[in-house]
């Protein structure tokens, strides 16, 4: 999946080098990708607020149990605060994720920038341990190789939020703001993951590469990666683009922009209907 907003990078349009058409078309694309993304997380926050919230209010804490493997034991006091904290996060971060990243919201409300920032940072830390603990000791699907991929990904949200909390401190917004997205790509790893398998079954008619009974194969191994490194790799050539490259590149990045925001429309529209709707 591809990268944030060219609108959330350090420069403003005007003031990146050949301002022209292709830049345009670049910055374009990006925002396209951006806003599609900000829905379907929107709509993945609802998701995980009706239906575990929901079990919640209704004093029905099996209710965890009906998408999650070993979401509520029975006895298991520690692991179902667990569970709950980490879901908590998910939707808490994933708002305050795609506020930080918009400009506006810097400009107008720099306290809430900050303290927004300062509670996202917690969180995804919070989060990324949480995530760790769950994975390792309270059971999940899927094999070790693809528990492996979970965790590095887990190791990566904190080592971005690290760096990004210290470029703030010694106020390099520039890198901060780079660092910044990193982050967001890799706290929206769980999201990649199940808009990628949605998109990956639309495309295929159903399960290919995997057994969906036991949840392992190829596929799951490959996207246990994919859910991170490739949104990471993309943002690279991104900002590689934008601040370098000639006017051919950033059409071509464009281009690319716009082939990966079908592909995320499509994963989050049959996520939509097929997996969040019927359980909100």
Same mark, same amino acid.
């Given at each position: 999946?591809?990268?944030?907003?060219?609108? *959330? !990078?350090?420069?403003?349009?005007?003031? +990146? $080098?050949? =301002?022209?058409?292709?830049? =345009?078309?670049?910055?374009?694309?990006?925002?396209? @990708?951006? /806003? &599609?993304? /900000? =829905?379907?997380? /929107?709509?993945? +926050?609802? !998701?995980?607020?009706?239906? !575990?919230?929901?079990?919640? +209010? $209704? #004093?029905? &804490?099996?209710? @965890?149990?009906? +998408?999650m493997s070993h979401g509520y034991v029975v006895g298991d006091r520690a692991g179902n605060m667990a569970i709950g904290a980490h879901l908590l996060l998910a939707a808490v971060i994933m708002l305050g994720g795609a506020l930080q990243l918009i400009p506006r919201v810097r400009t107008i409300a720099p306290t809430f920038h900050r303290w927004n920032g300062r509670v996202y940072l917690a969180g995804a830390v919070a989060g990324s341990?949480?995530? /760790? !603990?769950? &994975? @390792? *000791? $309270?059971?999940?699907? #899927?094999?070790?190789?693809?528990?492996?991929?979970?965790?590095?990904? =887990?190791?990566?949200?904190?080592?971005?939020?690290?760096i990004a909390l210290r470029t703030a401190l010694a106020r390099d917004f520039g890198a901060h703001r780079r660092w910044a997205l990193r982050l967001f790509l890799c706290?929206? #790893?769980?999201?990649f993951f199940r808009i990628g398998l949605m998109f990956w079954l639309a495309l295929n008619g159903g399960p290919a590469g995997f057994d969906p009974k036991t949840f392992t194969g190829p596929f799951l191994s490959f996207l246990a990666y994919a859910q991170y490194l490739l949104p990471l790799a993309v943002l690279e050539l991104y900002l590689r683009c934008r601040e370098h490259a000639n006017a051919a590149a950033r059409c071509a990045m464009a281009a690319v922009l716009l082939v990966l925001s079908a592909a995320t429309a499509l994963g989050v529209a049959v996520a939509t209907m097929g997996m969040w709707l019927p359980r909100m």
């Amino acid at each position: 999946m591809p990268v944030s907003s060219a609108s *959330f !990078y350090s420069k403003p349009m005007h003031a +990146v $080098r050949g =301002a022209t058409w292709p830049a =345009a078309a670049l910055n374009a694309a990006a925002t396209l @990708w951006f /806003l &599609l993304t /900000l =829905a379907g997380q /929107l709509i993945f +926050v609802t !998701y995980i607020v009706a239906l !575990y919230g929901g079990a919640v +209010v $209704r #004093g029905d &804490l099996q209710g @965890w149990n009906q +998408v999650m493997s070993h979401g509520y034991v029975v006895g298991d006091r520690a692991g179902n605060m667990a569970i709950g904290a980490h879901l908590l996060l998910a939707a808490v971060i994933m708002l305050g994720g795609a506020l930080q990243l918009i400009p506006r919201v810097r400009t107008i409300a720099p306290t809430f920038h900050r303290w927004n920032g300062r509670v996202y940072l917690a969180g995804a830390v919070a989060g990324s341990l949480s995530g /760790l !603990y769950i &994975l @390792w *000791f $309270r059971g999940a699907v #899927g094999d070790t190789v693809q528990h492996i991929g979970t965790s590095l990904n =887990a190791a990566l949200i904190l080592l971005c939020s690290g760096i990004a909390l210290r470029t703030a401190l010694a106020r390099d917004f520039g890198a901060h703001r780079r660092w910044a997205l990193r982050l967001f790509l890799c706290v929206s #790893g769980v999201w990649f993951f199940r808009i990628g398998l949605m998109f990956w079954l639309a495309l295929n008619g159903g399960p290919a590469g995997f057994d969906p009974k036991t949840f392992t194969g190829p596929f799951l191994s490959f996207l246990a990666y994919a859910q991170y490194l490739l949104p990471l790799a993309v943002l690279e050539l991104y900002l590689r683009c934008r601040e370098h490259a000639n006017a051919a590149a950033r059409c071509a990045m464009a281009a690319v922009l716009l082939v990966l925001s079908a592909a995320t429309a499509l994963g989050v529209a049959v996520a939509t209907m097929g997996m969040w709707l019927p359980r909100m």
